[in-house]
């Protein structure tokens, strides 16, 4: 619990409060895609790969650069803590924390993901998500955020006073990623990062501000789709938590895998062009 206030509010408080807030961000200059040109492709598409996300556990798999990549729920409620790479470039990743400024705390239709400084450009477009109907409950939830870290065992080893749980997203994450790439686990953390949690259903309390979860929404035959930008390596963990319904970084819930589809197809879209480095120059006002 956090500790009562000390200091007496003054007496233009109310005020103060009122004032409107500014958006950081101001995103009408910034570039958008055309949605309806990736979603013209998507009847006529080929299913080139199949990768299952085992329950508890973490995968790996490639999406080249104008091929859509499909997260399936398959047998039951289930949420997935997803890293994105530029497949070519480690260095190069989902930069939660900027796409989260540009697009809001939780990411949907037509949603860009940006990558990482110096990089800070698209690397994939969300182009369906069965779970856009949700929108915003009562309590403040949505889906699909980009404001979690990913559940971890340094957290859990503060919390829990020493203990040790190794199946944790971040550790399932570290371990995919050292076996897809050859890396020792402590090389291979170094790249692990803030994750998009698919299907994960959360928001910030009203009273504390605490981050919150509650029962993922997502059903069997539910997917969120994006389009590649980039050639993109993707790790994905099947939460310990299950659906987020009570706890995660746990052997008690309910949890199960999860499934990934890459599709190529026959065409890119209308006027599509690979997104650029950007243009920064790096000077730093030097």
Same mark, same amino acid.
């Given at each position: 619990?956090?500790?009562?206030?000390?200091?007496?509010? *003054?007496?233009?408080a109310?005020?103060?409060?009122?004032?409107?807030? #500014?958006?950081?961000?101001?995103?009408?200059?910034?570039?958008?895609? +055309?949605l309806?040109?990736?979603?013209? @492709?998507?009847?006529?598409?080929?299913?080139?790969?199949?990768i299952?996300v085992?329950?508890?556990?973490?995968?790996?798999?490639?999406?080249?650069?104008?091929?859509? $990549?499909?997260?399936?729920?398959?047998?039951?409620?289930?949420?997935?803590?997803?890293? /994105?790479?530029?497949?070519?470039? /480690?260095?190069?990743?989902?930069?939660?924390?900027?796409?989260?400024? /540009?697009?809001?705390?939780? #990411?949907?239709?037509? +949603?860009? &993901?940006?990558?990482?400084?110096?990089? @800070?450009? *698209?690397?994939?477009?969300?182009?369906? +998500?069965? @779970?856009?109907?949700?929108g915003?409950?009562e309590?403040?939830?949505?889906?699909?955020? #980009?404001?979690?870290?990913?559940? +971890?065992?340094?957290?859990?080893? &503060?919390?829990s006073?020493?203990?040790?749980?190794?199946?944790c997203?971040? =550790?399932?994450?570290?371990?995919?990623?050292?076996?897809?790439?050859?890396?020792s686990?402590?090389?291979?953390?170094?790249?692990i990062?803030?994750? &998009?949690?698919? %299907?994960?259903?959360?928001? %910030?309390?009203?009273?504390?501000?605490?981050?919150?979860?509650?029962? =993922?929404?997502?059903?069997?035959?539910?997917? /969120?789709? %994006? %389009?590649?930008?980039?050639d993109?390596?993707? $790790?994905?963990?099947a $939460?310990?938590?299950?659906?987020?319904?009570?706890?995660?970084?746990?052997?008690?819930?309910a949890?199960?895998?999860?499934?990934?589809?890459?599709?190529?197809?026959?065409?890119?879209?209308?006027?599509?062009?690979? *997104?650029?480095?950007?243009?920064?120059?790096?000077?730093?006002? #030097?």
């Amino acid at each position: 619990m956090k500790p009562k206030p000390t200091t007496n509010a *003054p007496q233009d408080a109310a005020a103060r409060r009122a004032i409107q807030p #500014v958006i950081c961000y101001p995103v009408e200059t910034l570039p958008r895609p +055309d949605l309806s040109a990736y979603r013209a @492709l998507r009847n006529d598409l080929e299913l080139v790969d199949r990768i299952t996300v085992p329950a508890r556990d973490a995968a790996c798999w490639s999406v080249p650069a104008g091929h859509f $990549c499909r997260i399936l729920c398959i047998e039951g409620a289930q949420v997935g803590d997803l890293n /994105l790479f530029n497949a070519n470039n /480690l260095a190069e990743r989902l930069y939660t924390g900027k796409t989260r400024a /540009l697009n809001g705390t939780h #990411v949907g239709l037509g +949603d860009q &993901l940006f990558s990482n400084m110096p990089y @800070l450009r *698209p690397i994939a477009t969300i182009t369906h +998500d069965t @779970l856009d109907w949700y929108g915003f409950d009562e309590f403040g939830g949505s889906v699909h955020d #980009v404001i979690g870290t990913r559940c +971890d065992p340094y957290t859990n080893n &503060l919390l829990s006073h020493g203990g040790q749980y190794h199946h944790c997203c971040h =550790s399932n994450l570290t371990r995919a990623l050292a076996t897809q790439t050859g890396k020792s686990l402590v090389e291979a953390e170094g790249h692990i990062h803030d994750v &998009l949690n698919v %299907f994960m259903c959360t928001g %910030f309390t009203r009273e504390t501000g605490q981050y919150f979860m509650k029962a =993922s929404p997502v059903r069997p035959g539910d997917y /969120l789709e %994006f %389009f590649a930008e980039i050639d993109l390596l993707g $790790c994905m963990s099947a $939460c310990p938590g299950g659906d987020c319904s009570s706890e995660h970084s746990s052997d008690a819930a309910a949890c199960h895998p999860l499934e990934v589809e890459v599709y190529r197809s026959a065409h890119l879209p209308e006027n599509w062009r690979p *997104p650029q480095l950007n243009g920064y120059d790096r000077s730093h006002g #030097v």
